[in-house]
């Protein structure tokens, strides 16, 4: 069964605040995502991986930043945060198949 | 015109009655499609594939129509645990890692 864990369900963080989030997967997927989900917006891209130390803008990277030093683990990173950043974060990850497996989502709020 | 569109309903109806979701893509070299379905605060899973030729599982009827660029899903005998809201997921042609989300359609069952 594919596993994919992020660092923190709820998070609340102020303005400026660097924000580090966290999204580990246990099946070994060459394929990670990070996506932020707003009411009437659906989910959009932030950034992706195919593979370690190789990463790929999405469709919204401004103000976000991306980490791959393992396969296992994407990070994102908010180096100031600020209130538009309010969302809610989903990790992903697949293989070269299409099917994604989500994290459970977290849930960040910038005071 | 946004790359994929869904109705947000809420389609609200009654326990057994039959509900059919659409949602269009733009982009006609899109290969893959995919319904999703989220409950509330909960990540996304994937309900099914939509192939070419249509496929089913059990209540659940997906659709693809590649002339009008859109694919459907029915669901017959609805039940109070169909509640959630269904995304639809369609590949960003000539980027096969990508997928593009609806902003998803809400269903309601109720008793």
């Known amino acids: 069964d594919v596993k994919v864990t992020q660092s923190s369900r709820y998070l609340v963080k102020r303005t400026g605040e660097k924000v580090f989030l966290e999204c580990v997967q246990d099946m070994d997927h060459e394929n990670m995502f990070w996506y932020r989900q707003d009411p009437g917006l659906g989910l959009r891209l932030i950034y992706f991986?195919?593979?370690?130390?190789?990463?790929e803008k999405g469709d919204i990277p401004e103000g976000y930043s991306v980490s791959r030093e393992k396969k296992e683990r994407f990070s994102l990173i908010l180096e100031s945060a600020s209130t538009n950043q309010t969302s809610m974060y989903l990790c992903?990850?697949?293989?070269?198949?299409?099917?994604?497996?989500f994290g459970p989502g977290t849930r960040l709020t910038v005071l | 015109r946004k790359e994929v569109e869904q109705d947000p309903g809420p389609f609200n109806v009654p326990e057994g009655a039959t509900v059919a979701f659409n949602c269009t893509y733009s982009?006609?070299?899109?290969?893959?499609f995919f319904w999703y379905r989220q409950d509330c605060r909960k990540e996304p899973k994937l309900l099914m594939s939509v192939y070419s030729s249509g496929n089913e599982d059990g209540r659940f009827t997906a659709q693809l129509n590649r002339a009008s660029q859109y694919i459907s899903l029915l669901i017959r005998d609805s039940k109070l645990s169909d509640s959630a809201t269904y995304l639809c997921a369609v590949n960003r042609a000539g980027y096969g890692n990508k997928l593009v989300f609806g902003a998803g359609t809400i269903l309601r069952v109720k008793s």
């Open positions: 982009n006609s070299a899109s290969q893959s």
């Open positions: 992903a990850s697949k293989v070269n198949t299409d099917t994604q497996y």
């Open positions: 991986s195919y593979d370690v130390k190789m990463k």
